[in-house]
């Protein structure tokens, strides 16, 4: 049997992409989210390039249940596509399927690869979509205000847990922390964490452009 690290993932998670969670949070489109000064139009962009990133990760994380016993702790719960199609559609009814701009066209395909070569990298990828909702919590109050939308409409995806959030969030780390991982999971699923960052970083730079 491979050896196992004994460190907590999500402890180490947290740890190694701290410099990258500090870039993420001041990139343009971040700050434009969390002061609410972002327009109807980049947010639906924004919310549809996330679409295709979400869709990416989760029919990978689908394929790869019977290879990895961890990922049963991503359930129905942190699954935010189907979110990300109500508010796309309250934003805009009957709009075209959203194409996927070049850097959600990579980072789909990095997230591909990943999976394809360690399946548990997949627990990196999505510890990155997840833990964000933190901070969405927070974005979410300032959107709705800067675009004058009621609760519950088109705020979905930016507030999924509403007042469960901290559970949510505390119950998936207490799960996923004690699950076991190679040393070689536990290097792929950091590298997969800090694609992700990059991939959304690149994605919210793209819609901005
Ligand atoms: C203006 C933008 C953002 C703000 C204000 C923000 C804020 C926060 C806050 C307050 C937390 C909770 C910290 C704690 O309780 O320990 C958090 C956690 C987190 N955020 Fe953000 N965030 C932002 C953007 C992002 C982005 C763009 C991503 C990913 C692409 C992201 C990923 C994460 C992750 C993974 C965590 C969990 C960290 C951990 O406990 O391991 N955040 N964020």
Known sequence: MPAQTDANIMDLLKASTAEHHARAEHSP??????RGSVTRDEYADWLAQMLLVHRAL????????P??????HIGPLHAHAHR???DL?????GAPAPRPLAPTQELSTAIAAA???EPAALVGFHYVLEGSMNGNRY????????LGLAPGHADRYLDPHADQQ???WSTFRAAMGGEPFTPDQTAEIIAAAARMFDGVADVSNAVAA
């Open 58 to 65: 989760e029919s990978e994380i689908e394929r790869a249940r």
């Open 89 to 93: 559609a309250a934003l805009r009814p």
């Open 139 to 146: 974005i979410a109050v300032a959107v709705r205000k800067g």
């Open 84 to 86: 990300l199609e109500a």
């Open 29 to 34: 489109l971040q700050q434009r989210l969390v």
């Open 115 to 117: 999976a394809r070569r």
């Open 166 to 168: 901290r559970a949510v």
């Open 67 to 72: 290879l990895v016993p961890a990922l049963r």
